[in-house]
Antibody, heavy 123, light 107 residues
Framework: EVQLVESGGGLIKPGGSLRLSCAAS????????MGWVRQAPGKGLEWVGR??????????DYAAPVKGRFTISRDDSKNMLFLQMNSLETEDTAVYYC??????????????WGQGTLVTVSS | DIQMTQSPSTLSASVGDRVTITCRAS??????LAWYQQRPGKAPKLLIY???SLESGVPSRFSGSGSGTEFTLTISSLQPEDFATYYC?????????FGQGTKVEIK
């Protein structure tokens, strides 16, 4: 069974930086397109961004509210996904989920998710 | 960016009811539409992908239909464990957008 485990959340002051990690197992991570989704307290799901597999270029796409501040990267040798968050704002307070993105074989999206890690941006 | 609009925002229903949730896209997303279920405090769970393909392990009472800009999720006979919030998400092109969610409550 696919396992995704996020870590790195916590309390951070506005303007600060934080790096989230997602440890992946039980699937061929290097082939997978991966993404981040967040959910502010009591609110709906918001797509953050995604990274393609290296075989498909390893490129990234981001939602408008985080573009230029957040960076998604991956280390296929360690089966790890990262989200570097800079210039954090109070509006970035949310649970951040790591998920699988597009699966070209099945044509599916978001088949597996981690349990989430809470980021609180507050002074 | 493509906007996704779900209706209704809240739905009150009883066990055994047939329930339909609608998701509209601001422009065509072809068939690249997924539906998720989220229970309180839990991660989302994929139910339907490619508008109408049932994810493995998901009960057959869940079904999806539609293409282009209008999609529906139907639960044929609501069960106690189905009371949750449901989200649609398009995955056409380089962005993804979720609908605002539909909370299915006990009547």
């Amino acid at each position: 069974e696919v396992q995704l485990v996020e870590s790195g959340g916590g309390l951070i002051k506005p303007g600060g930086s934080l790096r989230l990690s997602c440890a992946a197992s039980e699937f061929t991570f290097s082939y997978a397109w991966m993404g981040w989704v967040r959910q502010a307290p009591g609110k709906g799901l918001e797509w953050v961004g995604r990274i393609r597999s290296k075989a498909d270029g390893g490129t990234t796409d981001y939602a408008a509210p985080v573009k230029g501040r957040f960076t998604i990267s991956r280390d296929d040798s360690k089966n790890m996904l990262f989200l570097q968050m800079n210039s954090l704002e109070t509006e970035d307070t949310a649970v951040y989920y790591c998920s699988t993105d597009w699966d070209g074989h099945r044509g599916s999206q978001g088949a597996s998710w981690g349990q989430g890690t809470l980021v609180t941006v507050s002074s | 960016d493509i906007q996704m609009t779900q209706s209704p925002s809240t739905l009150s229903a009883s066990v055994g009811d047939r329930v339909t949730i609608t998701c509209r896209a601001s422009q065509s997303v072809s068939g690249w539409l997924a539906w998720y279920q989220q229970r309180p405090g839990k991660a989302p769970k994929l139910l339907i992908y490619k508008a109408s393909s049932l994810e493995s392990g998901v009960p057959s009472r869940f079904s999806g239909s539609g293409s282009g800009t209008e999609f529906t999720l139907t639960i044929s006979s609501l069960q106690p464990e189905d009371f949750a919030t449901y989200y649609c998400q398009h995955y056409n092109g380089d962005s993804r957008t979720f609908g605002q969610g539909t909370k299915v409550e006990i009547k």
